[in-house]
């Protein structure tokens, strides 16, 4: 054994310094001074700068910094190919509505987009014109029919539409269990008119999964997990650019406080009740249905951000 | 089939306008002004301001958002009961710095903290004073020695100091599959006198694991893995504020530029070397050995955040 008999200067000498936060950042963004590719430099400086400025302004204590990293290894862990958490946090912290915005500022004429969502499966059948997309009983009737069109008003012809939205169990197919994986999802084309028609149901309003890490911020602060009914589509044909958007129904509950602030005032559309001797029924319906005339437009230009099965395959 | 023959009007109507970037960051902070908990709420507010900052600063594009949300599902992935890659983030980021900057502001004498890091596994084996805490063979041995003290200059008897280190392989035991699990890691009390002292090895530098999501970003931005040498201490006793820190080789490469930012002029220590036939040689140790005279200094007080198996449980 050995012990030396001297003693250490206990604690700091007299030139050392506590490091201040505001260094700490300093440091940390000029650490991304020599990265080679701007973009990635400007990204990288400005998530530190604000992250930073987050932990900063509300000096984040030690306990609630490691509960952050709880609930984002929770996150994690609970995302699989059929539940992407990540996404629900971007939505329902507003930030796919926002990326979203500032990705398509200027409608146009063209109809406006809206958040992909958490429920958005590559690979959906093609369908015939008028094709029912519910592949079993899922609620009321709706025929939905209508145009595409470019921003001038003239028809596009061979544009696809990719159509998803729950049913009246308010669940996704991807969400349920019972379903068949291509219930109540399908790709249908347009005519040389640029006309689309489908049967699908009139969908309902839904709670984003809230069993998860999303749900406890959302019961934490007194949110509702509610989502106004809607129908997905996105739109996509050559020279024009794609739309993800939804169709609200406009009678629905939650309109004003959609949990992931997807809702805008003209994507809004009244579901027209029909009765079940009215005439004009699709085939095969014999009860009340509703139908839905629905023109979308697609501004010109080239598809920059095709939609793609964000994040499932890792 | 039926499809009605007026046509619905194309895009946006007349009184409806795009919803602006701005106009979602206020409607998001405002669904939080009714958080019964005032920290939460001001927590979440901050966060939404800050992340919507990041990304309208940017102007963060859908591909570049997809890119995240797939690196963030990655980083989830990866993270299991022995590698943590959030706190690897957290830590390359600067954000581990930080929130340790915010919480021990001042180090009023006390020994300075540094980071956790990722490598901490609670439950290391209690050993007796002057235990070696190297299992096989690790390294140039270091003989380990000194006093836990008040900030009075008291000594503390019954401190425990809570050590773990690499070995000249550079791994961690839990980083190494050949190594007993308790290689490299021990926990001591101080005597009487507030004395301690263990066998250990010379710490080297090493790499942060760099496979995943975090080395990714490292590589991409042209940063390095690297840190300094060093071993990590936390001590805590009854009636004192825990410290969680490093002792810094002051001949380590990296000293300078540490990936994750740790470094504190406060915290380097020179290890001194030794001759194999140096009469202070600790017992068994016939080849040359450096020591190390440390003295650790605590803060009175309460232990508001005691150091806990961070998010590795989820």
């Given at each position: 054994m050995s012990a030396t008999g001297e003693s250490g200067a206990p604690?700091?000498?007299?030139?050392d310094r506590a490091v201040s936060p505001a260094e700490i950042t300093a440091q940390v963004i000029a650490r991304?001074?020599?990265?080679?590719d701007p973009r990635l430099r400007e990204i990288m400086q400005a998530l530190v700068a604000h992250l930073h400025g987050f932990v900063t302004e509300v000096g984040l204590t030690e306990a609630e910094w490691a509960a952050a990293i709880g609930e984002l290894t929770a996150t994690g862990h609970i995302t699989d190919d059929k539940r992407q958490e990540f996404i629900l946090w971007s939505d329902s912290l507003g930030v796919s509505m926002l990326v979203d915005a500032l990705a398509h500022p200027a409608p146009d004429g063209a109809t406006e987009s809206t958040v992909l969502g958490p429920f958005y499966v590559a690979g959906s059948p093609l369908r015939p014109?008028?094709?029912?997309?519910?592949?079993?009983e899922a609620g009321v009737p709706a025929w939905v029919h209508g145009r595409v069109l470019d921003t001038g008003g003239e028809p596009i012809a061979g544009a696809e539409l990719d159509v998803w939205q729950n049913g009246d169990n308010r669940l996704y197919a991807v969400q349920d269990e019972e379903a068949p994986d291509d219930h109540l999802r399908g790709r249908f084309e347009t005519d040389a008119e640029g006309r689309f028609a489908f049967r699908a149901v009139r969908p309902v309003p839904y709670p984003i999964p809230d069993d998860g890490p999303v749900g406890r911020m959302l019961a934490a602060t007194g949110r509702h997990p509610w989502r106004p009914a809607h129908v997905h589509i996105v739109v996509r044909a050559p020279g024009h650019r794609s739309v993800t958007t939804h169709i609200f129904?406009?009678?629905?509950?939650?309109l004003g406080d959609d949990a992931v602030f997807a809702v805008k005032p003209s994507l809004m559309r009244t579901f027209e009740e029909r009765a079940a001797d009215d005439p004009e029924r699709p085939e095969g319906v014999e009860e009340p249905w509703v139908s839905l005339e629905l023109d979308l437009v697609l501004a010109p230009g080239e598809d920059e951000a095709a939609v793609k099965d964000l994040g499932r395959t890792h």
């Open positions: 604690g700091a000498g007299g030139e991304f001074d020599s990265c080679a014109y008028g094709a029912d997309i519910a592949e079993q129904d406009a009678e629905s509950e939650y």
